[in-house]
């Protein structure tokens, strides 16, 4: 049996928005994941061994499949799933309402819209994932979703 020791890190997904995408009162966040990526390359020695390593194109990544809802009918959910489906490239402003969340201060900004893609599971429910990408060194202007 596993043992856990020390207090655990606990949030829930239901306090990141995308504005212009995805807000708590269109859609309900069901999971989402967090990293951060580099690119290495690796320098040989005349043995082909590597002797150094360059990191690059550091960046930030967030993958978030939500539920679009509407409080009043079905019409409005649908209109709501459609609208959380940027073009790939849009900029958007990723938010955490949690308060004094560690995610707030690490993961929240300006991204870049990956893709945004349709889904269903398996008992018929309509799914939003959404793919966004955010490189350290890259200054994500927030504008209109397109």
Request: no cysteine; aromatic share 6%; proline share 3%.
């Amino acid at each position: 049996m596993a043992e856990l020791r020390g207090t655990p890190v606990v949030y829930a997904a239901n306090n990141i928005t995308i504005t212009s995408v995805v807000a708590l009162t269109t859609g309900k966040n069901l999971s989402m994941d967090f990293g951060r990526e580099a690119d290495f390359n690796g320098f040989n020695d005349d043995q082909g061994d590597i002797m150094a390593e360059a990191i690059t194109n550091k960046r930030k990544t967030l993958s978030l499949r939500v539920v679009p809802f509407d409080a009043t009918n079905r019409a409005g959910a649908v209109t709501n799933m459609y609208a959380m489906l940027p073009a790939p490239g849009a900029a958007a402003v990723v938010g955490d309402t949690e308060s004094g969340s560690i995610i707030d201060n690490l993961f929240s900004g300006n991204y870049s819209v990956r893709s945004a893609k349709l889904g269903r599971t398996s008992e018929g429910i309509a799914t939003v994932d959404l793919e966004l990408l955010q490189y350290e060194h890259v200054d994500i202007t927030a504008g209109p979703i397109t």
